[in-house]
């Protein structure tokens, strides 16, 4: 019998030890990579797939000293522009060379600190493999980031599929009623060189969005919605996911208004939307499709934003859609309030019968937050924030119990669809025990 001997790394073929490298963490391929000239070849596709760029400083620096031809690997790309002074231009040149590299990023995140230079538009048109497109403005309240080169950017991406902004400005020539009039809302002026765009000529303001055939997740938060086009504009796209904020410029009534218009246009399509503002009748009375406005919404997220004592009026509002999920985010110090509205709710539910509300509803899932900024990102859950440690007061982990008894007394008197509710602590999900009704545990950790 021959001996057996172990088959040396080094003779593998090639495309083995890249199904190797592909199994490691981070931290084992770096090291990898550093045991020779091959391994590190090897290795290099895998370092390369999640590039985070943290400054514009940085961003130089990657330029000058990562070779060229490594940018092909990379698949998820995170870039901030924060630096010590207004570097438009210089932040455009960076960011235009850069992406011209990256023909294969299928995820890309632009946190903004300044605005850009029209002439980084073309350089979105060859990305064929991006199909998730966040531009967060970062930076400070003076510097605008104006709708007309965002809306551009979003435009020339072939493929995009889930979009997401934040601190979005209207243009002036836009929306020429906001200038100089109360409650003096800012606007960007001097954008109207952005050129016009192949698909939506001059039209690149927000509600133009809806015209992008490709795009599936819209995502848009602290920017103003109050573009009468919102509610007339085509809709060439097929939305699955609505997360809309608010302006903190104007009223909740404003807001609130913004809010019912868009889901009324777009709302045949969309099956989860995250809301920061009450919703009211007057959604339906837009509808362009009374009939079945909202008729394949199955998820709800409502925010640490949304009115607590809004709570009921606008699950009734959507009791007509087929609502499997809902999903509660609350700042701490509004627990007791929002476990008695949510209590209010089962109850009209279980007076009206399952059969008539909400009769799909099959999950409650209530989360706390320490800090609002934590619960703003709703079904987009690339953006979420690492979850807190700290424990609720001992009357808010009673509230919660109280919410638990309450669906147990609902489940013992035999109504048969009373939805699972999970009340995890600070952000964390938490799969509910063995307790028969599916209901997690209540402890002070909630």
């Given at each position: 019998?021959?001996?057996?001997?172990?088959?040396?790394?080094?003779?593998?073929?090639?495309?083995?030890?890249?199904?190797?490298?592909?199994?490691?963490?981070?931290?084992?391929?770096?090291?990898?990579?550093?045991?020779?000239?091959?391994?590190?070849?090897?290795?290099?596709?895998?370092?390369?797939?999640?590039?985070?760029?943290p400054s514009l400083e940085a961003l130089q620096t990657y330029l000058s000293a990562v070779p060229s031809?490594?940018?092909?690997?990379?698949?998820?790309?995170?870039?901030?522009?924060?630096?010590?002074?207004?570097?438009?231009?210089?932040?455009?040149?960076?960011?235009?060379?850069?992406?011209?590299?990256?023909?294969?990023?299928?995820?890309?995140?632009?946190?903004?600190?300044?605005?850009?230079?029209?002439?980084?538009?073309p350089s979105f048109a060859h990305l064929s493999s991006l199909t998730d497109l966040t531009i967060d403005?970062?930076?400070?309240?003076?510097?605008?980031?104006?709708?007309?080169?965002?809306?551009?950017?979003?435009?020339?991406?072939?493929?995009?599929?889930?979009?997401?902004?934040?601190?979005?400005?209207?243009?002036?020539?836009?929306?020429?009623?906001?200038?100089?009039?109360?409650?003096?809302?800012?606007?960007?002026?001097?954008?109207?060189?952005?050129?016009?765009?192949?698909?939506?000529?001059?039209?690149?303001?927000?509600?133009?969005?809806?015209?992008?055939?490709?795009?599936?997740?819209?995502?848009?938060?602290?920017?103003?919605?109050?573009?009468?086009?919102?509610?007339?504009?085509?809709?060439?796209?097929?939305?699955?996911?609505?997360?809309?904020?608010?302006?903190?410029?104007?009223?909740?009534?404003?807001?609130?208004?913004?809010?019912?218009?868009?889901?009324?246009?777009?709302?045949?399509?969309?099956?989860?939307?995250?809301?920061?503002?009450?919703?009211?009748?007057?959604?339906?009375?837009?509808?362009?499709?009374?009939?079945?406005?909202?008729?394949?919404l199955r998820k709800v997220h409502l925010t640490p934003l949304f009115p607590v004592d809004n709570v009921?009026?606008?699950?009734?509002?959507?009791?007509?859609?087929?609502?499997?999920?809902?999903?509660?985010?609350?700042?701490?110090?509004?627990?007791?309030?929002?476990?008695?509205?949510?209590?209010?709710?089962?109850?009209?539910?279980?007076?009206?019968?399952?059969?008539?509300?909400?009769?799909?509803?099959?999950?409650?899932?209530?989360?706390?937050?320490?800090?609002?900024?934590?619960?703003?990102?709703?079904?987009?859950?690339?953006?979420?924030?690492?979850?807190?440690?700290?424990?609720?007061?001992?009357?808010?982990?009673?509230?919660?119990?109280?919410?638990?008894?309450?669906?147990?007394?609902?489940?013992?008197?035999?109504?048969?669809?009373?939805?699972?509710?999970?009340?995890?602590?600070?952000?964390?999900?938490?799969?509910?025990?063995?307790?028969?009704?599916?209901?997690?545990?209540?402890?002070?950790?909630?």
């Open positions: 019998m021959s001996s057996y001997s172990a088959c040396p790394w080094e003779t593998l073929p090639a495309e083995m030890k890249l199904s190797v490298v592909d199994l490691l963490d981070f931290g084992d391929i770096r090291s990898l990579a550093l045991t020779n000239r091959q391994s590190y070849s090897l290795s290099v596709p895998s370092l390369f797939r999640h590039v985070k760029i031809s490594y940018n092909q690997y990379i698949r998820k790309l995170s870039i901030c522009t924060k630096s010590t002074g207004n570097q438009e231009r210089l932040a455009s040149d960076a960011l235009s060379t850069l992406l011209a590299q990256c023909s294969q990023v299928e995820q890309l995140t632009l946190s903004l600190a300044t605005s850009l230079s029209k002439s980084i538009i403005h970062c930076g400070d309240e003076n510097i605008l980031l104006s709708e007309r080169l965002v809306v551009s950017i979003a435009a020339s991406v072939p493929n995009l599929s889930r979009l997401s902004l934040d601190r979005i400005t209207r243009s002036a020539c836009h929306a020429p009623e906001l200038v100089g009039a109360y409650p003096f809302i800012p606007v960007v002026g001097g954008d109207q060189d952005i050129p016009d765009h192949p698909l939506l000529g001059i039209e690149l303001r927000l509600p133009s969005l809806l015209r992008l055939p490709t795009l599936k997740k819209l995502r848009i938060r602290d920017s103003h919605l109050g573009d009468p086009l919102w509610s007339c504009t085509p809709v060439h796209c097929s939305l699955e996911v609505l997360d809309l904020g608010s302006c903190y410029h104007e009223s909740l009534e404003f807001n609130r208004d913004c809010t019912e218009r868009i889901m009324a246009n777009v709302g045949h399509t969309v099956g989860e939307c995250a809301l920061n503002t009450a919703l009211s009748p007057r959604t339906f009375e837009y509808a362009k499709h009374k009939e079945t406005p909202l008729k394949r009921v009026d606008t699950l009734t509002t959507l009791s007509g859609s087929p609502i499997e999920e809902l999903a509660v985010q609350c700042h701490e110090d509004d627990v007791l309030d929002m476990c008695s509205a949510l209590e209010d709710f089962l109850n009209l539910r279980a007076e009206r019968g399952e059969q008539v509300l909400y009769q799909n509803l099959a999950e409650i899932t209530v989360k706390t937050v320490s800090d609002l900024a934590d619960g703003l990102y709703g079904p987009f859950g690339i953006d979420a924030k690492s979850p807190s440690t700290s424990v609720l007061l001992a009357e808010h982990a009673e509230a919660v119990q109280r919410l638990q008894e309450f669906l147990r007394d609902l489940r013992a008197q035999g109504e048969a669809s009373t939805p699972k509710t999970f009340c995890p602590s600070n952000d964390t999900a938490v799969e509910p025990t063995s307790d028969k009704h599916g209901l997690s545990p209540a402890d002070t950790s909630l």
